[in-house]
């Protein structure tokens, strides 16, 4: 098989959540080069988000070593206004093709794949030469509370007719990108094997905290039913309710709650262990132009662990997992309740083994495998013959 070096342009630090550009780009890297450029830090960014001023320099370092075959680029820290002034933003990203061409002179394979996770990247496909263009999205970018909706619609529809093909985390998301692409895949998100196969000492934390124990581990932010948490939390006293990871709302109603413990941002490597200590993991997201087109890493990560989800209803893909009884779909607070309380009562041995079995098969490995399948078949076809896409099964469509 001819060398193929991948560059993907990324709109989230390698350090930073992991979500489905680090690990497919890590997948990747077991066997084939990557260059991953990281998100833009401008004077802009910091001045939102101070935390990262750091970030600001790391451009000095020009390429560096990341994992395996990884190798880590940051984006020149320029004025980056936002995509709101588009012939600005052009601007500024032709001098960051130049910036991400001047490092891929380093590699010498004869075939390039562009990979880009997010519309504002748009004015970059041409100025990167590319045998393949890739548009993996993991979200509908226009819903976010950040994003300027009508520019980035029309940004989007001028990637999608540019890519070879698309590859979407929600089967909504395929159906959307289908109406412009021709070529759009559904593949869900995907736990990281390495760190459910690593013990933990994680739930040292938990000694304090009463079991039975419901877990969400995320970010809560406002897509997150607080209502609907703090009604599950009401209703069953005599559970505990672990919330994990940082929170950019306010948490008042919550940390009123004697059975709702705060206990914030864990590395990832122990969420595995944390999500084993509860007898269950939930997911009380609203039902949202965003949310209806994920199946979050959460669902995944839960089933790995042995323990059952319980979700809202909010994306109609979740009715797939609920259909073979790998998930709980609530569609009512009581229902919600119900689950949770019927989730303890079923927490078994047994029944952990089953559902760990089936998480432990959606990981990385097996999604890039059937992802690297599409892009080595397509060569440099015509995208208008590509088939219609078949709907998904085991998350990945092939």
Known sequence: M????????SSNFWDGLWI??????NEIGKTENVLYVERVVSIFTILRYPQLWRRLFTWFRGVRPGPRNVHLLAPLPLFHLGHRFRRLFALEMRVQAWWIARAVRHFTEPIRVLWIDNP????????????LKV??????MSAFDTSHERTIQTMEQEVLKRVDVVFAAAEQ???????TAPRVYTVWNAIDTEIFSEASGATAMFQSIAAPRIAFVGVVDSWVDLELLAHAARALPDLSFVIVG???VDLGELRSLPNVHLIGRRPRSEIPQILRSCAASIIPFRRLPLTERIVPLKVFEALAAGVVPIASDFSPDLSILAGENRLKLAKSASEFVDHIRAAVVEDT?????????????QNWTERWHSMDGILRSMKRQDPNDAAASPKPSSGVVV
Do not use: F, N, T
């Not at 001819?2 to 342009?9: P, V």
């Not at 041995?349 to 098969?361: C, F, I, K, T």
């Open 120 to 131: 504002v990247y748009e004015s970059v496909i041409g100025r990167l030469a590319a045998d």
């Open 246 to 248: 940082p929170s950019v």
């Open 20 to 25: 489905i550009q680090q690990p497919i780009a």
């Open 2 to 9: 001819q060398r193929r070096l991948h560059i993907y342009l």
């Open 173 to 179: 998301l395929s159906v959307d990108k289908r109406r």
């Open 349 to 361: 041995p047994e029944r952990r083994a089953a559902l760990r079995d089936y998480g432990l098969r």
């Open 135 to 140: 548009y993996h999205v993991a979200d509908e």
